[in-house]
């Protein structure tokens, strides 16, 4: 096999409220961290280790409308897509860079609130595959 693969899959709670950036076309990124945590007990000692790690998400379109909509900070949610990386110059003249996870299937995995779960009208299940997120670069 002579093919190479970027998949990400992610079940984790989102850092902070979804955020918007809207473009003149009509279309638009959402943004937001999204933490998952690991945890193992150290064998020598018996203590409990956690760590936590943030992996920055992003979505468009119709995905980013609906996680706008419907997830909060602290939701948990099942994230699908692929690692991206960028660089940029910051005002300062210096290189900086981001990690970011560009998502193309996503789950709602909160159930505590009727509000927050999709309704038929709106989309058939709670997983969303926006094929036109491959499709497209960022413009920042």
């Not at 990124?29 to 920055?56: D, V």
């Not at 900086?96 to 299937?105: C, K």
């Amino acid at each position: 096999m002579s093919g190479t693969l970027n998949k990400v899959m992610l079940i984790g709670h989102l850092g902070d409220e979804v955020k918007m950036h809207h473009f003149e076309g009509g279309g638009c990124i959402g943004r937001f961290p999204l933490a998952t945590n690991e945890s193992y007990t150290n064998k020598s000692t018996g203590e409990k280790i956690s760590s936590t790690e943030w992996h920055n998400i992003v979505v468009r379109n119709k995905a980013a409308e609906l996680c706008q909509k419907y997830l909060s900070k602290g939701d948990k949610v099942y994230i699908e897509g692929k690692i991206k990386s960028r660089k940029w110059t910051d005002d300062s003249g210096k290189e900086r860079y981001m990690t970011e996870i560009n998502t193309d299937v996503f789950t709602f995995l909160n159930n505590k609130n009727e509000d927050k779960q999709l309704n038929s009208s709106e989309n058939e299940s709670n997983e969303v595959n926006d094929s036109d997120i491959n499709n497209q670069d960022l413009p920042f």
